[in-house]
């Protein structure tokens, strides 16, 4: 519990302008930052962007954020997670403009029930739709596929049970399933 606190505290100081908090608070969760930006540049061919800068641009964006309450640490890796998937789908958008560069971006997600390559643009679209119908899945997503966070840590976040994560991501998978193959 004194971790929570910590991280809460130090997460606290930061927003409040003090760097010192904010170097010790990313010193501290630098290890989970990694596993997430490698996990979403994983067979990542096409991109530019490696892990350092891709955390480097989340930490840089969520410095940006003011009045966020977090409740521990494993609110602000799925911050961290949904930024981060923000600046590739971005990075791929940047891409698919640039009328030399002609290869689909995809992200190969670490989690072992997900087998296929996914179009990242794709993927973006559907989780807007499915913020649309339910929010709580399309975070569920967001944290477990693009973030590749533990069903115990979104359960923490969104304050639901394990079992209830488990049911809404393999209903999610599913629809998802279905929707990128039409």
Same mark, same amino acid.
């Given at each position: 519990m004194s971790g929570t606190l910590d991280h809460k505290k130090l997460m606290a100081s930061? $927003?409040?302008g003090d760097r010192d908090a904010g170097d010790k608070l990313f010193a501290k969760i630098?290890? &989970?930052?990694? $596993?997430?930006?490698?996990?979403?540049?994983? $067979? @990542?061919?096409? %991109? %530019?962007? %490696? #892990?350092?800068?891709?955390?480097? @641009?989340?930490?840089i964006k969520i410095s940006r954020l003011t009045e966020l309450e977090f409740m521990n640490?494993?609110?602000i890796l799925a911050?961290? %997670? !949904?930024?981060?998937?923000?600046?590739?789908?971005?990075h791929a958008r940047a891409k698919g403009r640039d009328? !030399? $560069?002609?290869?689909?971006? #995809?992200l190969i997600t670490n989690i072992a029930e997900w087998k &296929?390559?996914?179009a990242l643009t794709e993927l973006d679209l559907l989780l807007d739709e499915l913020k649309e119908i339910d929010p709580q899945r399309a975070d569920i997503v967001e944290m477990r596929f693009f973030g590749g966070m533990s069903i115990a840590d979104i359960a923490v976040v969104l304050d639901i049970s394990e079992a209830t994560v488990n049911r809404r991501w393999a209903a999610t998978r599913a629809w998802l399933h279905d929707r990128l193959s039409e």
């Open positions: 930061w $927003q409040k630098h290890r &989970e930052l990694r $596993q997430i930006a490698a996990a979403k540049l994983a $067979q @990542e061919h096409s %991109s %530019s962007l %490696s #892990t350092g800068d891709l955390i480097n @641009e989340a930490v640490k494993a609110h911050l961290a %997670s !949904r930024i981060m998937r923000q600046i590739l789908v971005d009328k !030399r $560069q002609h290869q689909k971006v #995809t &296929e390559p996914v």
